[in-house]
DNA sequence: GCCGTTTTCGGCCCGACTGTTTTCAGTCG
């Protein structure tokens, strides 16, 4: 049960990072439903490991502090679990537990559609005992038909246990999720086909789509149909999609299917007069879900995806307004906006649904006013097509066609942020020579252009050397308005050097920007590690704002490093990093982050006026 | 085992689908 002694981006030992927790609270959650132990001690350490799962900072930290107490779902008891396993590197409580289930059962696990109990029963009949080889050997005893005579298995469930083993193959070697644009383009596709069907009368997409998460691993689709009576046709209909690989479960009132590369689609039909609750229910989280429900039954109502269920007396007078259903003694909402209002809470935003502490605000009326796409005035990181040597990728329009996308898009401002030109086999002479005739030609290109309201910021993305220093002279800082510092190499740095990198590199003159904080690439590459913390210091310290970066792959600063950076007092630039003018239209999938992670219009600089956003950049 | 818009005791989100069963347990979202 231990894991290896490697260290995370905050410098902790890998044992003790939230994943791991994590871990080890499920697999408890698990071993009890096998020991048939009472089912809300299950619950309970289900609910801990939720609430481990999606934390935002490291629950090591927060015990350091001494404040495991306040995190939700820890009490008492696993408090104490974890005190000890925090203190002495494992939980004698813990191993107790595990003593009677081999570990293969939390192998067998991971694969789809074998829980708890089906992994134990599997496990002791197989005499499967060590994790590492489990799968393998059941796929071996499954494929010789030594399965379907264990009691409560079949031939049937032989063949899904094959199936599913064959898709975690599968899932395992490209564990990747899709980025947000990617997956939308699919959904757009699966809707456009489900739309030919004459009896769907409106359809959406939800789930982590609507609540827009950066990467999604499947796609939700509901649908209204126009003749309930209908919905096995339209079922059919959804699964005979071209392409579907595998139809996962088809019943009357939803399916699933999966299509290439190993999508999971899922569609719910429902009727018009309570497709509010199903919004609701199907954009989810299952976290936020979770809390309005248990919200819901603390002030008398139960909610389902059909409606809510008084569970005791209330006052008919203060719920005039709504629909009640008297067959089923259910109240039936068209739209979520008067779910939410009934349950006495102000709308609140897919994007921040995912059980943190948005209900807990959202009775006090404590939600921020997020910010929106609208609110952008402007995008300072962009590439042009000019020439400067640089070695890094140049863009496709020049000066002059960036500046009239902006015009159109309704902008008040852009920057001009090209790659620094190369360092090697170039004297500092020779690169503000190329900075100064950069900073002619741009005024030159511009002055021909008719009046505007649109202004123009010259900037430039310097890359920070493995040093900290910058991949620019001193003497072309003159030629500049603002910087964007960013790593581009070296990313395998360990956490110590890395913050030094970019601390040293945040104390140059003129740095206003620090460009894709994490230098991810989303599903491809994982950031470099570093210090958040110091850096969100440093930034506050020095009124520099930090990046997010709004190209599909890069997504960084991202949502939770947004809200913690915000609870720290950090400002935020929203930039598109665009290379070509169609990509100044990413703004949105930035924004959306911003979004997720409670960002309001006061958080991003770029939502400023032209005349305070220059003198933010000319202050300090 | 956790927790408080009814509570320091008595609740705990809710429903669909599947396979192996004759009424339900397990899994999933």
């Not at 619950?43 to 490291?58: F, G, M, P, S, W």
């Not at 000890?84 to 696990?109: C, D, N, Q």
């Not at 002279?473 to 970019?502: C, N, W």
Request: charged residues 25%; aromatic residues 10%; glycine residues 6%.
């Amino acid at each position: 049960m231990l894991a290896e002694t490697t260290t995370n981006a905050t410098g902790k030992k890998e044992i003790f990072s939230n994943k791991e927790i994590h871990r080890v609270l499920r697999n408890v959650a698990a071993s009890y439903l096998i020991l048939n132990e009472n089912k809300f001690k299950v619950i309970a350490y289900q609910k801990a490991a939720d609430t481990v799962e999606h934390l935002t900072r490291e629950l090591h930290d927060i015990w350091q502090e001494g404040s495991l107490k306040d995190v939700p779902g820890i009490g008492p008891s696993i408090g104490s679990h974890i005190d000890e396993y925090f203190r002495t590197g494992r939980s004698s409580h813990f191993e107790k537990v595990f003593k009677g289930i081999p570990p293969s059962v939390f192998a067998l696990m991971k694969v789809p559609t074998i829980g708890p109990k089906t992994a134990f029963k599997l496990a002791q009949e197989l005499h499967i005992s060590y994790p590492k080889k489990a799968v393998e050997k059941l796929e071996e005893a499954a494929k010789k038909g030594r399965i379907r005579s264990i009691p409560t298995f079949g031939e049937k469930s032989e063949g899904e246990i094959i199936q599913a083993i064959e898709a975690y193959k599968k899932g395992g070697m490209q564990m990747e999720r899709m980025v947000l644009p990617y997956a939308h383009e699919r959904a757009v596709h699966l809707m456009d086909y489900l739309k030919k069907n004459p009896l769907i009368k409106r359809i959406d997409a939800l789930g982590s789509m609507r609540r827009m998460v950066s990467t999604i691993g499947d796609i939700d689709i509901a649908a209204v149909i126009t003749d309930e009576t209908k919905s096995s046709e339209v079922i059919h209909y959804f699964t005979q999609y071209e392409g579907t690989t595998r139809i996962d479960n088809a019943g009357e009132a939803k399916a699933s299917i999966i299509v290439p590369p190993h999508i999971r689609v899922d569609l719910r039909i429902q009727s018009e007069s309570t497709y509010g609750t199903m919004l609701q229910y199907f954009t989810g989280s299952k976290a936020h879900n979770i809390k309005l429900r248990d919200y819901a039954n603390k002030i008398g109502f139960s909610i389902s995806e059909y409606g809510v269920k008084p569970t005791r007396k209330f006052k008919n007078s203060n719920y005039k307004k709504y629909s009640f259903n008297r067959n089923k003694e259910m109240f039936e909402f068209s739209n979520e906006e008067t779910l939410y209002e009934f349950l006495g809470l102000p709308f609140i935003p897919p994007e921040i649904r995912e059980g943190t502490n948005e209900i807990d605000l959202a009775k006090k009326n404590g939600l921020p006013l997020l910010v929106e796409l609208k609110d952008i005035r402007g995008d300072f990181h962009i590439h042009s097509s000019y020439d400067i040597s640089t070695s890094h990728d140049v863009g496709k329009n020049t000066y002059k066609e960036i500046f009239q996308n902006a015009d159109t898009l309704g902008y008040e401002y852009v920057g001009f942020a090209d790659h620094n030109p190369k360092t090697s086999g170039s004297t500092s002479e020779d690169i503000t020579a190329i900075m100064k005739k950069r900073k002619a030609d741009i005024e030159k290109q511009l002055s021909s252009l008719k009046q505007t309201e649109l202004h123009y910021f010259i900037g430039l993305e310097v890359d920070i050397l493995t040093s900290g220093e910058l991949a620019l002279p001193a003497g072309a800082l003159e030629y500049v308005d603002y910087l964007i510092v960013s790593v581009h190499s070296v990313f395998s740095m360990d956490v110590e050097q890395m913050t030094k990198r970019i601390l040293k590199a945040l104390s140059f003159p003129k740095v206003k920007i620090l460009g894709h904080p994490t230098g991810r690439l989303l599903t491809k590459r994982n950031g470099y590690k570093f210090d958040w913390n110091q850096i969100c210091k440093e930034a506050v310290e020095r009124n520099i704002g930090i990046e997010i970066n709004a190209w599909p792959e890069r997504l960084d600063a991202s949502d939770s490093m947004v809200r913690s950076g915000i609870e720290k007092g950090v400002q935020f630039f929203i930039n598109t990093d665009a290379h070509a003018n169609e990509q100044m239209g990413n703004m949105l999938y930035g924004v959306e982050v911003a979004r997720r992670g409670w960002a309001s219009k006061s958080d991003i600089i770029n939502t400023l006026s032209y005349k305070k956003v220059k003198e933010w950049l000319e202050c300090c």
